[in-house]
């Protein structure tokens, strides 16, 4: 089955950098989801990974080690807007593309 | 520009009452899925589908029922709620071409709380 960890809470402020860490356990690997979620919203799809190494998109980036079962999302610049939950998530296996997600990580930055 | 449209969005039941939750997809996609979501607990699967006439059970089925009698809608059927059913009902719909970045598409959300 899918185990997935990440940290509940995290803070940082208003400019600078933040890292959000996810560590999975997985009986098949097919790739790696961030999903970004702001209260009383549907999840919106940040990044994919399904190689390794860090894949930049703007302001944010997603690095992936498969041999080490672990992810992370790199938000820079951070802006008050990116204040919101990250779900890292992994497909469940087999073809239908259902999703298994980690409880998510409640960033709140402030100015 | 819908993409995947849940109604109601809001709703209070009483204990005991039933109710259904309606969701519909414009992008012609084959699979579609509910999800739960409670503080500290994340998204959790309740049943998906993977095409019309098609269901299967999820991480945390008991309780619901579910029907895929068209292709763009997935209905999820409360019999009997119970409090420990208010919760976020999410629905969501991808295409069968395979994992690929971007392919899960969410639904605004349902709010649901049973008194």
């Known amino acids: 089955g899918q185990n997935i960890d990440q940290p509940t809470e995290m803070t940082a402020t208003e400019g600078a950098i933040v890292q959000i860490n996810c560590t999975y356990q997985?009986?098949?690997?097919?790739?790696l989801f961030w999903y970004q979620q702001h209260a009383g919203e549907a999840p919106t799809f940040l990044s994919y990974n399904v190689l390794d190494g860090l894949e930049e998109k703007g302001r944010f980036s997603s690095f992936l080690s498969r041999s080490k079962g672990y992810s992370y999302l790199l938000l820079k610049e951070l802006q008050m807007k990116d204040s919101a939950s990250y779900l890292c998530a992994v497909p469940d296996g087999g073809a239908t593309n259902k999703l298994i997600f980690g409880t998510g990580t409640l960033l709140a930055v402030q100015p | 520009n819908a993409g995947v449209t849940q109604t109601p969005k809001f709703r209070v039941l009483k204990t005991g009452q039933s109710m259904t939750l309606l969701c519909a997809q414009d992008m012609n996609h084959e699979y579609m899925y509910w999800y739960r979501q409670d503080p500290g607990m994340g998204l959790r699967l309740i049943h998906y589908s993977v095409g019309e006439g098609t269901t299967a059970k999820g991480e945390v089925p008991d309780g619901y029922n579910v029907s895929r009698l068209k292709k763009q809608n997935f209905l999820l059927g409360l019999e009997s709620a119970a409090p420990s059913q208010t919760s976020v009902y999410f629905c969501?719909?991808?295409?069968?071409?395979?994992?690929?970045?971007?392919?899960?598409?969410f639904g605004e959300g349902s709010w649901l709380t049973v008194v």
């Open positions: 997985t009986s098949g690997f097919n790739g």
């Open positions: 969501a719909s991808s295409s069968a071409e395979g994992i690929s970045g971007n392919t899960i598409y």
